[in-house]
């Protein structure tokens, strides 16, 4: 179990780094330009070393057995948050318009920014592993129903393979490889991948702001009906998901990864491309501004409630 002292010292530091990032976008020293460079470099590079560190460090080694079973655990976590926020736009119908958004706020966690360094931080490498193995799942809904969703009616172009090789992706796969086939890794290459890592949490977090910095917070809590997807994402997924997992998981540490990670607020993600299929960015930025914020109380309320 978590000490929640630990825990509550751990989302301080994060929201921190988050209204710094946020604050430095509000003052013109982080632009649209300069977040989206860095949030590249943190994505692609050392974002890929924490998932690569991740598999190094795991105290175990997996074999195909294993794998399967915790392939079939982050497939179910992550279709259970699809599947509710299907049945929820429908519960709570929203216009036309943002009904996809509305949606896919819901359904769309923002696991690789927030869940990542909060499991790394508090459990260690092997539930970071488990938060880099969901990314797997992450994209092929997102580049399939979830593009899906937001090109009906609007936007150009069609479904791209490609668009589901992310680089977090592909070192998910490399610390696979290094896990099964039992591959050597000098000293020298685990130092680089650790030291790197080290980045990842604080750029996350601060990327995070930065890009929520053209948002106005007052804007973000007028709106009713963005409550409710606050609600759905931060609640009602991770607390289904937990009485769900339970069922077949014994492992408290990978039920309690797979609680945070369906946990966690909106992705960021769900505004890029919004702006890219045309739907309404502000709605979704706003959405994801809120329940972001309200996501420093809620991480700690479930992990302390559902981990006893």
């Known amino acids: ?80 948050g699809y599947v509710v926020a299907a049945l929820a736009v429908r519960v709570f119908p929203c216009d036309r318009e943002r009904q996809p958004v509305f949606e896919l706020l819901m359904s769309m966690g923002n696991s690789m920014f927030i869940a990542l360094p909060i499991v790394q931080s508090i459990y260690g490498a092997t539930a970071a592993f488990y938060v880099a193995l969901s990314c797997l799942p992450f994209n092929v809904l997102l580049y399939t129903y979830g593009v899906y969703r937001l090109k009906s009616g609007h936007g150009e172009g069609g479904l791209r393979v490609k668009d589901m090789l992310s680089m977090p992706l592909c070192a998910t796969i490399l610390s696979l490889l290094i ?21 990842t949490m604080p750029l996350s977090m601060m990327v995070i702001g930065a890009s929520l910095g053209s948002v106005s917070l007052l804007d973000a809590f007028k709106n009713g009906k963005l409550y409710i997807a ?22 408290q540490e990978l039920l309690m990864t797979m609680v945070i990670v369906g946990a966690c607020p909106s992705a960021v993600l769900v505004t890029v491309l919004s702006v890219q299929y045309g739907r309404d960015a502000v709605f979704s930025a706003e959405g994801t501004l809120q329940n972001t914020a309200l996501s420093m109380v809620t991480i700690p309320l479930l992990v302390w409630l559902l981990g006893r």
Request: glycine content about 6%; charged content about 15%; overall charge positive.
């Open 1 to 80: 179990m978590v000490e929640m002292s630990v825990l509550l010292e751990k989302m301080l530091i994060f929201l921190v780094l988050m209204v710094i990032g946020w604050a430095l976008a509000k003052k013109g020293m982080l632009d649209k330009n300069s977040t989206r460079a860095v949030s590249n470099l943190t994505i692609n590079v050392f974002m890929c070393a924490t998932i690569i560190g991740s598999g190094l460090g795991m105290d175990r080694t997996l074999d195909l057995r294993e794998l399967g079973y915790l392939l079939l655990v982050v497939f179910a976590m992550q279709l259970l």
């Open 179 to 199: 896990l099964l086939l039992h591959l050597p890794v000098p000293g020298a290459v685990r130092s680089l991948i650790s030291a790197m890592s080290g980045a």
């Open 230 to 251: 606050s609600a759905v994402r931060l609640l009602l997924i991770p607390v289904l998901t937990w009485a769900l997992l339970r069922l077949f998981v014994s492992d």
